[in-house]
C-alpha cells in the first residue's frame, strides 16, 4: 500500500535530494519494509537509491529488497493501457543503446532483458507498443511507431506480484562493464 510518494526529475544531484525527500514523506518516510528499484538504469541513480535504502533499513531495523524497472514500467504500461495484452519496455540504456524486454501481460516477461542498439530494439519489437524513457530512439528510426515515454516510478511498485519485490537490493548490470582490468 502508498501512503504517500515523491517522485521529481532530478537529471544530477540524486544524492543531494533523495534524503531530504525521504524526510518530507509522513514520519520521516519510515517503513516497515524498503524496496529500491535495482535497475537496470542510471548507473548513479540506482546506486545512489540501493545504498540509501540499504543505510535506512539499517537505521530503522527492516528489511530492504528490489525490483527491476523493467516488470515495473511494464505493470504500469498494462495498468494504464487495460487493452493492451503485450508490450515491450525500452529504458535508456546509454552508450548508443537500450535496455528492452518484452511482457504479456497474463504470463509477464517473454525472455531475457537485453542491451540493443535502437535498429535492433526496432526488429525486436514485433508489432508491440514500446514504453519507456529509451523510445525515442525507437521512434527516431519510425516516426508511425506506437510509443508512450514513462519513467519507472517507485509508487508504481505496488502493481508488482510481490515475488517481483523481493529481489536482493543490489543492482541490475544492463551490459559489461566499460572499465578493463590492466594486464600485469
Not at 25 to 44: H, K, M, N, Q, Y
Not at 149 to 178: C, F, K, N, Q, V
Amino acid at each position: 500500500m502508498v501512503l504517500d510518494e515523491r517522485h521529481e526529475l532530478v537529471g544530477r544531484g540524486h544524492a543531494e535530494r533523495l534524503i531530504p525527500m525521504i524526510a518530507e514523506l509522513p514520519e520521516g518516510g519510515r517503513a516497515a519494509r524498503i524496496v529500491v528499484d535495482c535497475g537496470p538504469g542510471s548507473f548513479t541513480g540506482i546506486r545512489v537509491g540501493i545504498a540509501a535504502a540499504r543505510a535506512l533499513a539499517l537505521g530503522w531495523n527492516v528489511r530492504a529488497a528490489g525490483f527491476s524497472s523493467l516488470p515495473l514500467v511494464a505493470a504500469a504500461g498494462f495498468a494504464a493501457q487495460p487493452a493492451l495484452s503485450e508490450l515491450a519496455v525500452v529504458l535508456e540504456g546509454g552508450h548508443g543503446e537500450v535496455f528492452m524486454q518484452c511482457f504479456d501481460r497474463c504470463s509477464g516477461p517473454i525472455g531475457a532483458f537485453a542491451s540493443l542498439k535502437p535498429d535492433a530494439a526496432l526488429a525486436a519489437l514485433d508489432g508491440r507498443v514500446a514504453i519507456g524513457n529509451g523510445v525515442r530512439h525507437l521512434a527516431a528510426l519510425d516516426a508511425d511507431l506506437a510509443v508512450h515515454e514513462a519513467l519507472p516510478r517507485a509508487a508504481d511498485a505496488a502493481l508488482l506480484d510481490p515475488t517481483l519485490t523481493m529481489l536482493p537490493p543490489s543492482p541490475i548490470y544492463g551490459r559489461a562493464p566499460d572499465a578493463k582490468p590492466l594486464m600485469q
